[in-house]
Structures are given as C-alpha cells and as structure tokens.
C-alpha cells in the first residue's frame, strides 16, 4: 500500500505561482511513477503532469513551459511547481502514483483557485 497526502494548494492572482507537494509513504520502493491531475468542477479528472522514476517527464500541453513537475526520492516527496497561473488552472489537483503491480494510488485532493 501507498499513502499519498497533498499540500501547497490555495488562492492565488492570474499570474502568480504555487508549489504542490504530496508526501508518499508506505510501499515507496514498489512505486514505478508519480504524477499529478486536476478536476475542475464539472470536467472530467485530467494529467497535469507525469514523472518515471529515473527522470523522464510528461507534460499536458496546457501547462507545458509553466509547471514542473519534480521527485525528491530522499524525502519521498513529489512536487508541482506552477507559475503563470491562469484562471483556467483552478481545480482540485490529485497526486497519483503506479506501482509496480499495476494498482493506483490517490491523494485526497488539494483546491487551487485562481482569481482577482
């Protein structure tokens, strides 16, 4: 089992920044990627972003050039760096991990809201 836990997420102004973090514990050693999705009200869960263990990422292209998605192995800790936030990226964002058995593992869920 993994236990996933999200913080970082709040309100901010179009153009500012946030940084996502989700803590994993439990079976961390099974765990063959990581990544990050958002649900906004009414829309279907979507990928944000993706990261294989040994580096390789995965962007959706709406947030390609403005979020990085990065793994401290050390900390066990994924994060999202989100900049140039645009009112179309408020939503619920969910931290995801795979095993590697192939079983799904969610976060709780973290609001980002954008707004003036």
């Known amino acids: 089992q993994v236990q996933l836990v999200e913080s970082g997420g709040g309100l901010v102004q179009p153009g500012g920044s946030l940084r996502l973090s989700c803590a994993a514990s439990g079976s961390i050693s099974r765990i063959a990627h990581m990544g990050w999705y958002r649900q906004a009200p009414g829309k279907q869960r979507e990928l944000v972003a993706t990261?294989?263990?040994?580096?390789?990422?995965n962007y959706a292209d709406s947030v390609k050039g403005r979020f990085t998605i990065s793994r401290d192995n050390a900390k066990n800790t994924l994060y999202l760096q989100m900049n140039s936030l645009k009112p179309e990226d408020t939503a619920v964002y969910y931290c995801?991990?795979?095993?590697?058995?192939?079983?799904?593992?969610w976060g709780q869920g973290t609001q980002v809201t954008v707004s003036s």
């Open positions: 995801h991990a795979r095993s590697i058995y192939v079983n799904d593992y």
């Open positions: 990261i294989i263990s040994g580096g390789p990422t």
